[in-house]
T-cell receptor, first 115, second 114 residues
């Protein structure tokens, strides 16, 4: 049973460019959450997707957007990259249950470097 | 609003000695609490979770944590440290509502000396 997978592993971009990160959830999971982890910090919640819609959003600008596909996989898009967007981007999948979400399982992350 | 505070940014122990990583939480309701571990250049691995069942929670690799409501604490312990335990540890609380978004502490770096 494959766990959460993310691609690419590493990415280098320059300021002003756009980037797309991809995530495939654990088998049987229907919910994908994205987190940003800056160096030396704990992860920060970006947003969560369920049933192909953004269900909740953290304190991130509109430059950060996402998408969920019918097979539950997800993309994170970041436009107009800033140096401060350099971070490890983590995807977590879970199964939504009545009244709440189940435990989140994380992928290995995508390391984004903005020059 | 929910939050967690990890009381030590860095903990150093000798191999074979006990490990204690401290975490206090703030929540207006009965929270779900987690400990995740992150090895260098790796993703996050779930160690254990508390969801209002038993207050003493056993996790993987010999770790356990005790939920103490009166002290608003959820400290992580292990009787005997192993070299492979060296990593970054995060105490996490799940937000209220149906998304269960995770709110992370700042992390504690565990160093294990031979």
């Amino acid at each position: 049973d494959a766990g959460v997978t993310q691609s690419p592993t590493h990415l280098i971009k320059t300021r002003g460019q756009q980037v797309t990160l991809r995530c495939s959830p654990k088998s049987g999971h229907d919910t994908v959450s994205w987190y940003q982890q800056a160096l030396g910090q704990g992860p920060q919640f970006i947003f969560q997707y369920y049933e192909e819609e953004e269900r909740q959003r953290g304190n991130f600008p509109d430059r950060f957007s996402g998408h969920q596909f019918p097979n539950y996989s997800s993309e994170l898009n970041v436009n107009a990259l800033l140096l401060g967007d350099s971070a490890l981007y983590l995807c977590a999948s879970s199964f939504s249950v009545a009244g709440g979400a189940d435990t989140q399982y994380f992928g290995p992350g995508t390391r984004l470097t903005v020059l | 609003a929910q939050s967690v505070t990890q009381l030590d940014s860095h903990v150093s122990v000798s191999e074979g000695t006990p490990v204690l990583l401290r975490c206090n939480y703030s929540s207006s309701y009965s929270p779900s609490l987690f400990w995740y571990v992150q090895h260098p250049n790796k993703g996050l691995q779930l160690l254990l979770k508390y969801t209002s069942a038993a207050t003493l929670v056993k996790g993987i690799n010999g770790f356990e944590a005790e939920f103490k409501k009166s002290e608003t604490s959820f400290h992580l312990t292990k009787p005997s440290a192993h070299m492979s335990d060296a990593a970054e540890y995060f105490c996490v609380v799940s937000d209220s509502g149906n998304t269960g978004k995770l709110i992370f502490g700042q992390g504690t770096t565990l160093q294990v000396k031979p």
